[in-house]
């Protein structure tokens, strides 16, 4: 079963970055599409970025021009750099798979607030 790991969270001013990583165990990883989800207190999961197995990117609306994700097949990872943050970014970050219908469990998220 694939475990998967957020980190990279915090509190930052409106304006700065954050890179969160997100580390999965197991051999598959490579072939799966992932993605970065986020909820916000009282609001639903939401997608914000993805990456396909081959490299492709696709964003929310939200994040166009300010968030870039990347992945290190060869670590297991997924990132998700995030520049001129706002206090409507803050949540709860999770990865997962994504462009499936059957998830991976979710792990423990990386909260990012916001705030000045």
């Known amino acids: 079963q694939v475990q998967l790991v957020e980190s990279g969270g915090g509190l930052v001013q409106p304006g700065g970055s954050l890179r969160l990583s997100c580390a999965a165990s197991?051999?598959?990883?490579?072939?799966?599409?992932m993605g970065w989800y986020r909820q916000a207190p009282g609001k639903q999961r939401e997608v914000v970025a993805a990456?396909?197995?081959?490299?492709?990117?696709n964003y929310a609306d939200s994040a166009k021009g300010r968030f870039t994700i990347s992945r290190d097949n060869a670590k297991n990872t997924v990132y998700l750099r995030m520049n001129s943050l706002k206090p409507e970014d803050t949540a709860v970050y999770y990865c997962?798979?994504?462009?499936?219908?059957?998830?991976w469990g979710w792990g423990q998220g990386a909260q990012v607030t916001v705030s000045s």
């Open positions: 997962n798979r994504i462009y499936t219908t059957t998830l």
């Open positions: 197991g051999s598959i990883f490579s072939i799966n599409d």
């Open positions: 990456i396909t197995s081959g490299g492709s990117t």
